[in-house]
């Protein structure tokens, strides 16, 4: 990521911020004040907590790394919430013998699987227009509302989704907009607030669209044309950079001291597009073809930002080889086509193609509260095509789709997405290999906290919504 | 009953017919010429008090209709020989429920005639064969995925019924309709209550009122005509309710609840219909009723979402249940997959497989099951001498996701794998800059 530079600046901000309010202030006077006259980066902080784990050491299985990896009867240790050690069963032990055993000779670990394209939460069950909370389809730009805001965490789509060894997720507000709003990535845990669930130490993303949707919805007051849409993007970038000047000139007067006077003022809209242009935020871009995307990449030079990951792609194999080039992420499903004109052209070995070019980084992404129950298969059916067109690409590889490379996209790959040492404890412990349409997740652990164990109704989790309806919680929980 | 009954008759001799028409394009396999599929793992689909799988076995294929199955079989010298090398053959996959053929894309009104725009007049009278689109691209992708039969219809509008649908081959013949007017489509429950004053009781009123007029009509056309006419269906609607108000035509009905379930049985029940249930996510909870009433369902089985309040009881165990109670049961995807992706029905036959359903009966579920709810179980939907030589051979366990056909067999020919997705990988797969731009790389 180019922009991790900036994106780590963001971090020391917030982080800044938080240690000083830890230390009551023991840092210089000074940058306190810089800190505190600048508007609050994390105004909606995490208040996740790992639940409860004891440590515990899987035996005997496949483990595909996602790192590209994989290691025949394979031991994984998990202790305090994080990876510990990672090798062959016999060389991993638990620490003084004391903890949880699993054998899972003939079953498969892999990392949790990350979704990096969910409406869960914002498009919740039921979907009922009071609950539609995804789109805010009111002007072409409406970069200043966040996803987090409508997430309802009590959504059964969450739990369903946790059944399918999905651990964490990005939330994105819908398509209608040129700029639909800031995105959240969360970990996949039942939760009273979306703070409880928001992934610490994410960052942010935008959701911005191309194409169809935007011109569709916005036909009558526009933009109603694809060159309507750029207009919109690129004013959009203007007004940013001239917003984004502002406060950059503020905040280097308060850092040397200089007189800097009243602060500009504040617009949500332009600061989560400064915070783009800065590096902070990272851009989620739904795009279908090919022509456009490579249209966007120009825009986003233009402007001096960076695409991390495209969104859909039903296009991306006519253009893998420039996506490569550009080290952006396409997020495609394995098949779904038709619905638009823009994603007519699809072909099954999409994924694979992508893959397949020097540095390709493909991610299969759900977009569906049922989709994201069975991302395995999906990733499975996209291998199997790319088989077929002579594109042998091995489960090693395969599960980086789910693992490494959304973690990438999404900016949390220091963190999770792989199983090795000293990272999160997001794992799935498969009944055999997820490359299957009857493999199951039997045991889903979040920070090393067994979240999900399909052979124990108790870690079944039920929904508000859900609890005391007939014929619904005696189903076995998370819909199975 | 006779009006169906004719239909039937004529929908064999359309098969008949059709199979020739295809078999004369094709340059490979003449009307006369035999085929032996051999060293086979066939999976039967059949009845399941006799062995569901053959293996090594050799289908031979003959006429269009396959002549003789079993492990014993001799290839007669004529025969063109496949050797399957011991990979299953199963039946064509037989989509239950889509639009094949009404829809390319979905939102483009002048690429979708699934069903008409609020406020259109004609409802019940609506006939998908007057629509379809043989050229339609999906017709290729979904054969590729070894679907070779598929019911298509047109679906409601603002009223309560869509029209009737039809079963055609995907062999890309310009005459593929096995069996026209087969039911008469509907939505109740919520779907039903959104154009029935927002209200369910609203919907079964309108239901009844609807079926009572046809049957009033069906009684005395001549002085119908002079009625007072304030139903919000014309003539020809009416008209084309008659066979479902006679019990002679099937109704096939979306609606979810166990209570909307319930109150169907009892409306068959009053007036002697034929149903049929689409989507039913609580369906589970009345197998024995719907096993006892006869009435076949074709849901999702991997639909679990609590999606409003006639979903709560969605769950992945529905089809396994219903089945278990002897509920004749086929799957379709009620989702975005419902036409452009019928090709996914083995995942989703693998999915009910995993979730509690035999192997061999999920595989009924997308071939013999939507035979049997389409009337065309004595020709199709099981590999059985006599029956159309719709077959697909695998290359590995035909409901696993990882499995593709290697070839596909419909009306006794054999099929391309070709189609406009696949030509489209060919030429993007090497994106090197060549001597020619990539739109001359062709078929």
């Known amino acids: 990521m180019t922009g991790s530079a900036t994106w780590m600046k963001f971090f020391a901000v917030g982080a800044m911020a938080l240690a000083l309010t830890a230390c009551g202030g023991g840092k210089k006077e000074e940058s306190e004040d810089v800190t505190a006259r600048l508007p609050n980066p994390d105004p909606y902080p995490s208040t996740y907590q790992p639940w409860a784990s004891t440590p515990t050491l899987i035996e005997g299985a496949t483990l595909l790394l996602g790192n590209g990896e994989r290691i025949d009867n394979g031991a994984i240790l998990m202790r305090d919430g994080v990876i510990d050690k990672v090798g062959k069963t016999g060389e991993v032990k638990l620490p003084k013998g004391k903890g949880e055993k699993i054998d899972a000779k003939g079953r498969y670990v892999t990392p949790g699987i990350i979704d990096a394209h969910s409406h869960l939460g914002v498009y919740p069950s039921p979907g009922f227009s009071s609950m539609s909370d995804g789109n805010e389809a009111t002007a072409p730009n409406t970069a200043g509302v966040w996803a987090e805001h409508s997430v309802w965490p009590h959504d059964p789509g969450f739990t369903r989704a946790l059944a399918g060894g999905i651990t964490a997720l990005q939330i994105l507000p819908g398509s209608a907009n040129l700029f639909g709003g800031r995105s959240v990535t969360l970990k996949n845990v039942p939760a009273r607030t979306v703070q409880e669930m928001k992934f610490p130490g994410a960052p942010y993303g935008i959701k911005m669209a191309c194409g169809e949707n935007p011109k569709r919805v916005y036909q009558n007051s526009g933009p109603s044309t694809r060159m309507g849409n750029f207009r919109g993007y690129r004013n959009a970038w203007i007004e940013a950079t001239a917003y984004k000047k502002k406060w950059d000139d503020y905040a280097a007067k308060l850092e040397s001291g200089e007189d800097a006077g009243d602060p500009p003022g504040r617009d949500l809209k332009l600061e989560t597009l400064a915070g783009v242009l800065s590096g902070d935020l990272f851009v989620n871009m739904h795009c279908y073809r090919g022509d456009e995307m490579v249209q966007v990449l120009d825009m986003a030079k233009e402007f001096g930002y960076k695409v991390s990951a495209f969104h859909h792609v039903v296009e991306g194999y006519k253009i893998a080889d420039r996506l490569a080039e550009e080290g952006v992420c396409a997020a495609v499903w394995a098949d779904w086509w038709g619905f638009k004109l823009e994603a007519y052209d699809s072909v099954r070995e999409n994924a694979a193609l992508i893959h397949n070019q020097p540095n390709g980084c493909a991610i299969i992404h759900s977009d569906s509260g049922v989709g994201i129950q069975r991302l395995n298969q999906e990733a499975a059916k996209a291998m199997a095509d790319g088989r077929n067109l002579g594109i042998d690409i091995p489960e090693r590889e395969a599960i980086k789709w789910l693992t490494s490379n959304p973690a990438k996209a999404l900016h949390i790959e220091d963190k999770v997405g792989t199983l090795e040492a000293g990272k999160m404890a997001d794992i799935v412990v498969w009944s055999r290999t997820p490359f299957s349409v009857y493999a199951k997740a039997d045991l889903v652990f979040i920070d090393g906290a067994l979240m999900y164990d399909r052979s124990d109704p108790s870690t079944s989790p039920r929904t508000d919504f859900e609890i005391g309806q007939e014929d619904n919680t005696m189903l076995g929980g998370a819909g199975q | ?443």
């Open chain 2, 1 to 443: 009953m006779s009006t169906l009954m004719t239909k039937l008759f004529k929908s064999a001799a359309t098969i008949l017919a059709a199979g020739a028409f295809s078999l004369s394009f094709s340059l490979s396999v003449t009307m006369a010429q035999t085929i032996a599929i051999t060293n086979a793992e066939i999976h039967l689909a059949g009845p399941t008090n006799a062995p569901r799988t053959i293996s090594n076995g050799t289908i031979i294929i003959e006429n269009g209709l396959i002549r003789a199955v079993g492990p014993q079989v001799e290839a007669p010298l004529n025969a063109t020989v496949i050797n399957a090398e011991g990979k299953p053959v199963t039946p064509g996959l037989f989509a239950a429920l889509t639009s094949v053929g009404l829809v390319e894309i979905s939102l483009n009104d002048d690429a979708n005639e699934t069903s008409p725009d609020w406020g259109f007049p004609l409802s019940a009278s609506l006939h998908a064969s007057d629509a379809l689109n043989t050229d339609s691209s999906i017709i290729a992708i979904s054969r590729s995925g070894g679907v070779t039969r598929v019911y298509t219809t047109p679906n409601p509008g603002d009223k309560l019924f869509g029209g009737c649908g039809l079963v055609m081959d995907l062999s890309g013949s310009d005459n593929p309709i096995s069996g026209d007017c087969l039911a008469q489509s509907a939505v109740m429950g919520l779907s039903g209550a959104r154009r029935a004053g927002n209200t369910k009781t609203g919907a079964m009123a309108l239901l009844r009122y609807w079926l009572d007029e046809a049957l009033i009509y069906q009684r005395a056309p001549g002085t119908f005509r002079s009625r007072p006419n304030d139903t919000g269906l014309s003539l020809p609607d009416i008209q084309a309710l008659v066979p479902v108000a006679m019990g002679q035509q099937p109704l096939l009905v979306e609606v979810n609840s166990a209570p909307d379930i319930r109150r169907l049985i009892d409306l068959q029940q009053e007036y002697g219909l034929k149903l049929i249930l689409v989507s039913a996510r609580e369906a589970w909870r009345l197998a024995d009723e719907l096993a006892a009433a006869n009435i076949p369902v074709i849901i999702n089985p991997a639909d679990n979402l609590p999606e409003n309040f006639e979903s709560m009881g969605a769950t992945l165990a529905n089809a396994a249940r219903l089945m278990d109670a002897g509920v004749v049961v086929a799957f379709y995807d009620n989702d975005i997959g419902y036409t452009h992706n019928v090709r996914l029905l083995p995942q989703l036959a693998g999915n009910a497989a995993a979730n509690g359903v035999d192997h061999e009966e999920a595989l009924a579920a997308i071939t013999l099951n939507p035979a049997k709810i389409w009337g065309l179980e004595s020709e199709l939907g099981t590999v059985q001498a006599g029956k159309i030589a719709d077959l697909v051979i695998w290359d590995g366990d035909p409901l696993e996701v990882t499995s593709r056909p290697t070839h596909i067999f419909i009306n006794g020919a054999e099929a391309s794998l070709e189609n406009r997705q696949s030509l489209l990988a060919k030429r993007y797969k090497d994106l090197t800059r060549g001597d020619r731009p990539p739109a001359w790389k062709g078929d």
